[in-house]
């Protein structure tokens, strides 16, 4: 599954946290339900399975928002945002609501008070109580500008071009194939990144950073990846030709496995690894964290 390999790609962390969902498995929730992602990417609400030992209630809600202007989600607490790219011309969302009780009537009116409330181009979602989560899936067509953030949650963005900013808070944030400007950051939650083009900035605290380059170059204006408290891991083709430079400070591990093109350069300082040529315009940093590099 994309979503899974894309949290463990560094080293197959799991993250205990209450209702937290992870792709392809489940982690139990503080108020007795888990929920579950199926598949290879989540293209809809169905995609999405609850268990629990008590009763559940779901329910769907669709909105939408100019592709024009800027648009920002605010994932309710322990919820997710799956972005993805569409041939649309408007942002399309569907909001995933699940509530949770000792009875049927009782889940019901927690979902009841569940409210996905637009203003402008900003979209939240709130209730009353704790047993209640939303989900949010995001069309977004090329071109769009959106933020979103999550706490607690998954991040997750697709095949999408445009200007994104995504923000997780004790969550995980996975990138895949997404081209424009992206600003992604975490707090006590990995980053993952596979493929892209334009003008990424990515950062991690006390979280892994791992990034998998594709293609014979980066394509736009560069890469930079930072983390603090946590390990750096680089996949790069080899005969990569555009310049890339992996620094960590002295004290840190630095393994680079089959790395035929890499220069490697150690000090008590720091220590760095390189490849291509020409303008470094892909820098991977990590203070107080093992790195790892493959060539491939």
Known sequence: MRLLAALFAV??????????????????ASQHFSVNVEGDEVTGCGDISVTSDQEIARAD?????????PAKLSAA?????????????????????????SSQTRAQEILAGIRVQQQGGAVTATGTGSRWHVYFIVRAPRGSTLSADTTNGPLSLRDAEGTFTVQAS?????????RGTINATTVNGPISLKGGAGEFTLRAQNGPLSIKLDGAAWDGAGLTGETRNGPLSLTVPQGYRTGVLVEADGHSPMRCSRCPDARRTWDDDQRRIEFGGGPQIIKLTTSNGPVSVEQR
């Open 11 to 28: 080293s197959c962390l799991v993250l205990e946290l209450p209702g937290l969902p992870v792709s392809g498995g489940s982690v139990a």
């Open 61 to 69: 809600e669709s909105l939408a928002l100019p592709a024009a202007g």
């Open 170 to 178: 004790n969550g995980p944030v996975s990138i895949s194939n997404a």
């Open 77 to 101: 607490r322990n919820g997710g945002v799956w972005i993805v790219g569409s041939q649309g011309t408007q942002i399309d969302i569907e909001a995933c609501k699940i509530a949770v009780a």
